[in-house]
């Protein structure tokens, strides 16, 4: 073991062209695309790791669902899969993406609720009281047609429908917002004119019908419909899942201080109540400053010589590395404890440079693996043109950034596929 952490360096690793999927829209396929989401899982790649290092009778896990991709390419695959995470939000897309709703039902209650839109009378909503967060991005029209929406959508008595609708609902914020559009951090476009919430729903809707009746079919034609797919509001590092009883794990876990993406899905945490503190919400997610463990200590080697450069020039981010090599021992030492011996993990990750320190994430998790029982089986380096997510930094202060400022540079240009057995 010593030996296979010392030759850890992937930065030699040829680029493997049969991962990159350029020009690859997977993402519109089957329910992949009911809602935006940063740093979303390529389908394509999920689709080849189970087939090249799954078996249909193999339960797949993942250990960062986001929004469910793995699990619906479980699901169309045949395999039975649990996903967990601690966003609701991701946990409410996911469990509209992964359960194929009957085509009759699903056109019939959407024909009834845009028959109820008519009734709509902004004087009923005058007295609402919002959080002032909801009041900040959203003009006063606006916020009476969507809270109008979401009490026409919690009275579906269909649970599921119930849940594809609201994330219909909140794939639209966005664009009903003064939010920049073209942002994937919140910020204010005062030049912006917001989508009408009426017609951007309608319009969302009925493409999400539309992809719903396509998986429908799909797993009907090759009686897939009640293979078991579920997701779970937990957190990572300690679920409920049973012991020994994965036989792959395909997950990306959250890039170094990604708690930042919290912020992205503010608008929905407000509008369903799923949080009224922002900055309590980012607690929960792994590598934060606001972690319990205050110590620069890391158990990685790599990981702990990465973290003292970061000392060097800023002590809170030291610190929120600190915190996120730490936590994925936590994920580490859960996922071993879950898989059956011989079982797979594929982990997708990639390296970064923060605050012009190289922070080589694939090759810590990597020793991380090996520390707490794993066998590195493969690594694969693979191009990402097409993952949704901030690719810029500010040099000075590692904030994600624009490419027309001066101190900014690309991170993330690359990422690794980790395949690990459990001995």
């Known amino acids: 073991m010593e030996h296979q952490i010392e030759c850890l360096a992937f930065d030699n690793i040829p680029v493997s062209s049969e991962w990159c999927f350029k020009n690859v829209k997977s993402t519109e396929q089957w329910t992949h695309g009911y809602h935006r989401y940063p740093a979303k899982f390529l389908p394509n790649l999920v689709k080849k790791i189970i087939e090249d290092y799954t078996s249909e009778d193999d339960l797949v896990a993942d250990f960062f669902a986001g929004c469910g991709t793995t699990l619906v390419e479980a699901k169309v695959h045949g395999r039975r899969s649990i996903g967990v995470d601690i966003n609701p939000v991701a946990e409410l897309i996911t469990k509209a993406k992964i359960n194929p709703i009957e085509p009759t039902l699903i056109q019939g209650v959407f024909g009834d609720l845009v028959s109820k839109l008519s009734y709509f009378q902004p004087n009923d909503y005058h007295s609402l009281e919002l959080h002032e967060r909801i009041n900040y991005w959203f003009e006063e029209e606006a916020k009476y047609k969507i809270a109008f929406l979401y009490d026409q959508i919690l009275a579906i008595d269909d649970e599921k429908v119930k849940d594809l609708f609201l994330v219909s609902l909140s794939h639209i ?30 319009s969302h809707t009925k493409q999400i019908i539309r992809k719903n009746n396509e ?15 579920e997701i779970r509001l937990e957190d990572s590092r300690q679920t409920t899942l049973a012991s020994n009883s994965v036989g792959s794990i395909i997950t990306s876990p959250p890039y170094v201080t990604s708690y930042e993406y919290a912020d992205i899905h503010q608008l929905t945490g407000y509008w369903y109540e799923y949080f009224s503190d922002l900055q309590g ?25 990465i973290v003292l450069e970061l000392v060097k020039k800023n002590n809170r981010k030291a610190r929120e590395v600190a915190n996120y090599f730490n936590e994925m021992q936590e994920v580490a030492a859960e996922m071993h404890r879950v898989l059956k011996p011989g079982g797979h993990v594929c982990l997708v990750i990639g390296n970064t440079t923060f605050l012009d320190v190289k922070v ?3 090759e810590v998790l990597a020793e991380i693996l090996i520390s707490r029982g794993f066998n590195i089986k493969e690594v694969i380096k693979r191009s990402i043109p097409n993952k949704l997510i901030p690719t810029i930094r500010d040099k000075n202060n590692g904030r994600f950034s624009k490419l027309a400022n001066k101190d900014s540079k690309l991170v993330y240009p690359e990422e690794y596929i980790l395949i690990a057995t459990k001995k």
Do not use: M
């Not at 910020?187 to 009426?198: T, Y």
């Not at 998986?215 to 797919?229: D, G, S, T």
């Open 173 to 202: 914020l966005k664009n009903c917002s003064k939010w920049l559009q073209s942002s994937t951090k919140p910020q204010l476009d005062l030049q912006k004119k917001p989508a009408d919430p009426f017609i951007a729903f309608k």
């Open 215 to 229: 998986y429908y079919a799909k797993l009907q034609k090759n009686n897939l419909l009640e293979i078991p797919c």
């Open 281 to 305: 919400f980012r607690k929960n997610f792994i590598g934060t400053f606001y972690s319990h463990n205050k110590d620069i200590h890391v158990e990685s080697r790599l990981g702990q010589r």
């Open 360 to 362: 080589k994430s694939a």
